[in-house]
Structure formats: structure tokens, C-alpha cells
């Protein structure tokens, strides 16, 4: 398997979503393969009793699901499909290879952090996930029509972004939550970049909300005007925290549910064997951070290593998961990290920062 360098990929302002994919598809046509191979044998590996007519059949649900949900993104998918000569449904499998029914990950999950304080919000998260992820971890760079400045998200090559931040000042992440009600929806990368193309708060929330979503996720809604963790799942969407622009304070999740209607649904079997640890962790070390830095150096903080914030987490694990890297951002200002792996523990550790800021076009 290929070390895909932690690329910066680079959208060029004025090409279509088609040319985009494109370019996604046969710059990294090698790494993509990889991934998707990877991600079939995890799928099988962990449940034998799904079948590839069953994998097959879903792929399919959810790709016409999301050609309806966002015909453009939809675009950018197939471009990338056909730009790495690999399958729709092999591109769908690389996007929402979590969200597939019946799939278990109890030790996949992440930490989501804001802070409001005087130079107003900061937000980030881990990227914990299957440790086979790491070396395919890339960045996104997407122009946004009315700004001169791009969308950064964060990813894996061959997908549309797991996280990111717009130039306007506003953030979205997500973490998993293992919840009942799973069914065939859109691939939840695509929700990502829908939210992120909204023009207000109220706007990001409400897409957020009626998103057709195939499983439990908990979404981190950021911007100058507020910020919120919505759990989420088919049936619900439950907003647990709040802080809105004027209130200093911070909120953080893991991977449990805190609201009491997702708790109901919340499935205690695959549960993430390290969310509570993290949570109690995060609420102990939390109150002392307030700046970019402050945020960097908690999501990358090995307390309790390895079931630490930063989790390289594979002893004894039915589905090893290590912290691939992670995102923070100072919003009104649009200083932006992205990392890949543990500044302490890996050789191949990279780090890219960006300067946003709010430039919009006149």
C-alpha cells in the first residue's frame, strides 16, 4: 500500500464539479483503488454475513439518493468514479463506508471541541478511523462562488470532504454515534459540503436537519453567530449543546449520545470503547484552553495514551482505530490546521495551515 503524502487537492476556481472529480479521480487513481479494496475487505471482514448483493444493492440506494439530495456533488462523484476507473459503487462504498447497515465500528469515533472566548470561536475535532485510513488522508480546497477565498475540508482521497470550514467564518464536523433506524440514505460527505454552501447559521441547521441520513452521526454546527451539536439520526435530528456568539465557554462531544431522545436509540452494544474516557478527559483539560493553539494542543493530547484524545488506539481492538489527524480553526480570523497523524508518535507526521479570513467578493 502507497503513502498518498497528504496532498493539498486543489480545485481550480471556474471548472465544474465534473472537471473537478476528474482531475480527484486520475491524479490519485492508485491510492483510490487501494482505499476501496481496503474498505470492501474491512465491510466483509466484520460482518460475513453481509453479502455482496447486499453491498451491491445499498450502494446503489444511496447513490440515487444522493443524485437527488445534490445533483452537483453527485457530479463530482461520478467524475471522480470515472476519473479513477473504478465503479459508482466502489466510490460510494469509499464515502460511506461507515454509514453501511449492519456494519459495527465500536472503536471508531472522534473528539469535537469548540471554544468562544475573546477572539471568538474555535472549533475543532480528532479524525479517528480505521488505522488502514491514514496514509490516504488529504486535504480539500474548493472555491466558493462570492468569496476569494476556498472552502478547506478535510478528507480521504477519492472523497468529497469528512469536515471542513468556509471562508465566511463557519465550520462543520462529525463524529459517529451507533444508533438503531439505519437505512438506505445519502452519503454523509455530501451533507458536509450541502451545510457548508449555506449562507446563514439558521440555514446551515435547517439543511442539517432535513438531510435524508443513512446512520447516527453527531454534527458540530459552527460559525460567528453560534455554535451547536446535533445528533442525528433517520427520524431525529436533537440539538444537545448550544453558545451562542456572545457567551464565553466551550462545548465538546465524543462518541455517545447526550441527548435523551438519541439516547433511547443510542445501541449500547457498539458503542466506541473509548468514548467516555475521552469525554471525562476532554471536560478535565477543557476549561483551560482558549486559542488555536490551546485547541491543536488538546485534540493532540496522549493523557491515558492510548486510549487518550490523541487515540493510536489498536491493542485488543475488534476494529482498530488510531487518530489519522485532525482540524482547527480560529473562525474570525480563518487560521486553519490540518494534520495528519500524531505529532508524537509517527515518523510520517504533516501538518498544512491555511489563511482564509472572510474576503468576500464585492
Known sequence: MSDQGFPIIEYADGMSPQDWGLMHGES?????????????????????????????RLAHQQWQITCDY????????????????????????????????????????????????DQGPVAGQTWDMHGSAKDYVCCLRVPQPGFTQPTILYSIVGCVG?????????????????????????????VVRRILQQHSHAQMVEQLRVAPVTSGHTYLIASLESSEFWEVMPGLAERVSRLDAAEDGFLFHTNHCLGPQARQR?????????????????????????TLDDVYQLLNDHENYPKSIC????????????????????????????????????????CHSFQLGASQVA
Open 28 to 56: 490519485f487513481r492508485a491510492g483510490i483503488h487501494e482505499l476501496i479494496q481496503i474498505r470492501r475487505s474491512l465491510m466483509l471482514e466484520k460482518n460475513p454475513q453481509l453479502t455482496l448483493e447486499h453491498v451491491s
Open 70 to 117: 445534490d445533483p452537483p456533488l453527485a457530479a463530482e462523484i461520478e467524475a471522480i468514479s470515472q476519473g479513477a476507473g473504478a465503479s459508482i459503487e466502489d466510490i460510494v462504498i469509499l464515502n460511506n463506508y461507515t454509514d453501511f447497515r449492519d456494519i459495527q465500528v465500536p472503536d471508531q469515533g472522534c473528539s469535537v471541541v469548540v471554544v468562544n472566548y
Open 162 to 190: 469528512m469536515m471542513g470550514i468556509h471562508p465566511r467564518g463557519s465550520m462543520v464536523g462529525v463524529n459517529n454515534i451507533n444508533t438503531d433506524g439505519a437505512r438506505a440514505g445519502v452519503l454523509w460527505p455530501c
Open 266 to 290: 443510542e445501541s449500547a452494544v457498539s458503542m466506541n470503547s473509548t468514548t467516555h474516557i475521552r469525554y471525562e478527559l476532554l471536560e478535565k483539560k477543557i476549561t483551560a484552553v482558549r
Open 311 to 350: 487515540s493510536n488506539f489498536q491493542i485488543d481492538s475488534q476494529d482498530p482505530s488510531i487518530t489519522c489527524g485532525g482540524a482547527a480553526a480560529e473562525l474570525k480570523t480563518g487560521q486553519v490546521r490540518m494534520w495528519r497523524g500524531d505529532p508524537e508518535h509517527d515518523a510520517n507526521f504533516r
